[in-house]
């Protein structure tokens, strides 16, 4: 990282007043730089269904694979609408990803668990989201959202999966904004048991 970046998302991430459009418009190693000076929320900040909002990908291919994986509402996804988080414990907790389907309606599914750990990106504590806590597909590539708090009701996110050679993939950058109500659960709980 050049000193001026990092000067750069120091100024930004103490003197901007942050919107979901405002942090969408950086280039993704400025949002990486920044998800690096963020804390993370309190354990029991993240209560209830919060929107979601995806970065830009940096290519036309890597936008198209984003929108056949996210926003496609005949998928067996959905469209992605966002997270719901409920603590279970005061060090645990679950959630799902909420999405429109092609009849308007919204399922619940692709859970997770959640707990404070330490980021795969830099080591600093960070609210992680791992969905091999249940069986699911994301559960299979040991996807884990990480989220630190960019101002009140708002948080950047990165994503990554387990690579082949025990490593992880690259990030994937999104915000969270809310939250926007309670907590509805997951569809089918059955569906998805815990691993």
């Known amino acids: 990282m050049r000193a001026g970046s990092a000067v750069r998302c120091a100024v930004l991430s103490v003197e901007t007043e942050w919107t979901v459009e405002r942090a969408l418009a950086l280039g993704k190693d400025e949002q990486l730089q920044l998800f690096a000076t963020l804390p993370p929320p309190a354990f029991l900040e993240l209560t209830g269904e919060y929107r979601g909002h995806a970065s830009t990908p940096r290519s036309a291919k890597a936008a198209a694979a984003q929108d056949d994986s996210l926003f496609d509402e005949s998928s067996p996804f959905g469209f992605w609408l966002g997270k719901g988080f409920k603590a279970t414990s005061?060090?645990?907790?679950?959630?799902?990803?909420?999405?429109?389907?092609?009849?308007?309606?919204?399922?619940?599914?692709?859970?997770?668990?959640?707990?404070?750990?330490?980021?795969?990106?830099?080591?600093?504590?960070?609210?992680?989201?791992?969905?091999?806590?249940?069986?699911?597909?994301?559960?299979?590539?040991?996807?884990?959202?990480?989220?630190?708090?960019?101002a009140s009701g708002l948080y950047l996110c990165t994503a990554t999966t387990r690579t082949p050679d025990g490593g992880r993939s690259r990030p994937t950058i999104f915000l969270l904004s809310g939250p926007l109500g309670d907590w509805i659960g997951p569809d089918d709980p059955n569906r998805e048991r815990k691993s």
Do not use: I
């Not at 959640?114 to 597909?137: I, V």
């Open 90 to 150: 005061a060090s645990e907790g679950e959630g799902y990803n909420h999405c429109r389907k092609t009849d308007c309606r919204v399922v619940r599914h692709l859970r997770f668990g959640t707990r404070m750990g330490s980021s795969y990106l830099d080591g600093k504590p960070a609210f992680l989201l791992s969905y091999a806590s249940f069986a699911n597909r994301s559960g299979a590539e040991d996807l884990t959202d990480e989220v630190r708090r960019l």
